[in-house]
């Protein structure tokens, strides 16, 4: 069963996050920012994992919190569900075509946390998200997934279609990452360990 569930409570927010790595229901996700649970659904649906994620943020101030914090939540989650990493993968990479835009995101769930991020968003703003808050969250996950992740806009002009170019492409990849190879034995790795 690689399953994680983790309520995290700080005085910014109050998160309770449950994933299944190898099931696709349910997906519930309440954050109160309506952008941001859109695109963790996008997530969730081309990862084809389980997703619930409630959370009481601080959202009188701004959405911040909660979108880090959420990155923060998911990537412990990702990071205890996949457990040892015998025979999954490890590298996924995933080009997402979404009308005008193309994103690239390709990781390695090694271990090691970095983040590339190559995009520019015009747009500021979409609903109550703060489009700067896009990189804020991926940074979180990658570096709570402890994971490289690099992530790129190879075109596009619309915002709403660049940031869900970048979701839909990092839960395919993530989705190839995890994936149990049968043909790997042990840990892809000749460190042997992850």
């Known amino acids: 069963m690689r399953t994680a569930t983790l309520k995290r409570e700080t005085a910014e927010t109050k ?18 920012v309506g952008f941001f649970d859109h695109m963790l659904i996008l997530f969730a649906r081309h990862s084809r994992i389980s997703l619930e ?7 009188d101030v701004d959405s911040h919190h909660t979108v880090e914090d959420v990155g923060i939540v998911l990537g412990q989650c990702i990071r205890e569900a996949i457990g040892d990493k015998a025979g999954i993968n490890r590298y996924g990479t995933s080009f997402v075509p979404m009308d005008e835009s193309l994103g690239m995101a390709s990781l390695d769930v090694s271990g090691r946390s970095y983040l590339v991020f190559d995009a520019i968003f015009d747009n500021p703003k979409l609903g109550d998200f703060d489009t700067e808050l896009t990189e804020e969250f991926f940074q979180a996950l990658a570096f709570n997934t402890q994971m490289n992740l690099h992530l790129k806009i190879l075109h596009g002009k619309n915002t709403h279609h660049k940031i869900e170019a970048l979701f839909k492409a990092t839960g395919r990849a993530l989705r190839e990452a995890i994936t149990i190879n049968p043909e790997i034995q042990g840990v892809n790795s000749t460190k042997g360990i992850l």
């Open 15 to 32: 998160i309770e996050l449950s994933l299944d790595l190898d099931h696709q229901e349910p997906v519930t996700i309440q954050t109160g």
């Open 53 to 59: 994620v409630k959370v009481e943020g601080d959202l």
